[in-house]
């Protein structure tokens, strides 16, 4: 941590490679520490600021965004608490996107590469972003992931954020649409307990459902709340494990990239 | 815990206006967070008191303003107070409600003590 003003720099985060170097993301911090020697103080006087907290990270969510736009790049921010299949999702669909367009993932986790290697050995562009002690990834560190990423024009970018409903809704990553996924193993309820999250997402996908009959959990109720949270959201429901669903799916997601 | 960022990313820009202004110290903070926000004021502050040690801004008093949550009904246009994303017209009942206040999230201003020549 900067003992001068207290800020932790890059936070911890470390950007991994699959078998490749470490890096650690601090290319876009500036530190101005000038020195001062006025022993008098004087009067005190306000300065508005009306400035949005958010603005370092939403300026530099507008700069990814522009270099995806005009690289034809589709970025998906993929949002869930841990353990509901991002990767497995992911694993299961990029095999068959890959015959029609580039992808690559970029994988944020406070701690190990797990995800990045299983993502890895799918053959396809990845990234590790660990987030040390931090719960989201922010624009700053996709912006430097993504420089380390071999991306294609034309292509989708997936982006799995840290496993979380809560801190990731806040900060924009310059994605294209935030997709947040939820497992019939947690509750029916979890749009209405996390709002901000599904009211932020563009697209909902219910996984886990070969699990159905085993566990007690209403589909059309947690749709309901879903889209009592966020009136547009795209449903989808599916299951990584048998692949049930996820033709709809990919085909819906094979038409917005082409059309990207 | 996303507080703790968002407090260092508060310091960063205050102490970076403050020193544009040539202050000796920024004795307060007015910030303007919106009921749905989703930031907890008083998290904010406790984590503001950490990320503020050591620079021009440490000791400053945080005050916060916290506007209602106002949504507006996108079938009958009436406006009525709201705690959540999922409420509902009283009017008309119908859901689909657009939030028009209650999302802020701003550094509205800060008081900076000037230097004595």
């Given amino acids: 941590m900067c003992d001068t003003c207290g800020c932790s720099g890059d936070g911890g985060v470390v950007l991994r490679k699959p078998g490749g170097s470490v890096e650690h993301g601090d290319e876009h911090h500036e530190h101005d520490h000038k020195h001062h020697h006025h022993h008098h103080e004087g009067s005190s006087r306000k300065v508005v600021m009306e400035q949005d907290v958010l603005l370092k990270n939403n300026l530099f969510a507008e700069r990814n965004r522009g270099y995806f736009e005009a690289r034809n790049i589709f970025v998906l921010n993929f949002l869930s608490s841990p353990g509901s299949g991002k990767t497995s999702l992911l694993e299961k669909i990029i095999p068959a996107l890959q015959q029609r367009f580039p992808v690559a993932v970029i994988e944020g986790d406070q701690q190990t590469t797990n995800d990045a290697d299983r993502i890895h050995a799918l053959g396809v562009p990845v990234i590790q972003i660990n987030t040390g002690s931090g719960c989201h990834l922010d624009a700053s560190m996709v912006n430097l992931a993504m420089k380390e990423l071999d991306l294609q024009d034309n292509s989708l970018l997936c982006i799995e954020n840290v496993g979380n409903l809560v801190c990731p809704a806040l900060f924009d990553l310059g994605e294209a649409l935030k997709v947040v996924i939820i497992s019939v193993t947690e509750g029916d309820d979890k749009p209405l307990k996390y709002p901000t999250m599904f009211h932020e997402a563009d697209i909902c996908i219910l996984n886990k459902i070969d699990l159905l009959p085993y566990v007690e959990f209403d589909v059309a109720k947690c749709r309901e709340n879903a889209m009592r949270v966020s009136h547009n959201l795209e449903w989808f429901e599916v299951s990584a494990t048998t692949g049930e669903g996820l033709a709809v799916w990919q085909e819906w997601l094979e038409k917005r990239v082409s059309h990207s | ?117």
């Avoid at chain 2, 009525?80 to 409600?97: G, K």
């Fill in chain 2, 1 to 117: 815990m996303h507080e703790m960022s968002i407090a260092l990313s508060i310091v960063e820009a205050i102490v970076a206006k403050a020193r544009e202004e040539g202050a000796a110290k920024v004795s307060g903070v007015d910030l303007l967070i919106g009921k749905l926000a989703g930031i907890e004021p008083e998290s904010l502050k406790f984590c503001f008191a950490a990320a503020a040690k050591g620079t021009l801004a440490e000791h400053a008093l945080i005050t916060v303003e916290e506007p209602e949550g106002v949504g507006e009904c996108g079938e009958c246009g009436k406006r009525f107070p709201v705690n959540f994303y999922y409420a509902e017209c009283p009017q008309c009942r119908s859901l689909r409600i657009k939030i028009i206040s209650g999302e802020e999230f701003l550094i509205q201003s800060i008081t900076i003590e000037e230097k004595g020549e």
